[in-house]
């Protein structure tokens, strides 16, 4: 079975990197860009942890993953685009595209 690190290691550098400029383009606070780097690089790990492991404790890894990436989408529809306005029309729609891709 062929494990691709590059993959997981592209992901675990720049989707971080794509989120911290989200926040800081929204002006988010210290604790939402902690929380969603950090359930970022978990969703990240499970997918690394699931690639490796057998079936049935892949589909666990996958769901935890899964998990982890529900709790990030909800963190930038609900606290980027925040009520304050910072970002406007341009931090939705690079919220939605990084959603979408």
Do not use: H
């Not at 969603?36 to 890894?61: E, F, Q, R």
């Amino acid at each position: 079975r062929v494990i691709f690190w590059a993959r997981s290691l592209d992901w675990i550098v720049t989707t971080p990197l794509i989120l911290v400029d989200l926040a800081l383009l929204s002006r988010a606070d210290t604790p939402t860009i902690i929380s969603l780097v950090g359930n970022d690089v978990l969703m990240v790990i499970c997918g690394l942890i699931g690639a490796l492991t057998v079936a049935p404790y892949k589909y666990m890894w996958w769901v935890a993953g899964l998990i982890f990436f529900i709790i990030v989408i909800i963190q930038l529809l609900q606290r980027l685009n925040n009520a304050e306005g910072y970002g406007g029309d341009a931090l939705k729609g690079l919220s939605w595209l990084t959603i979408i891709c």
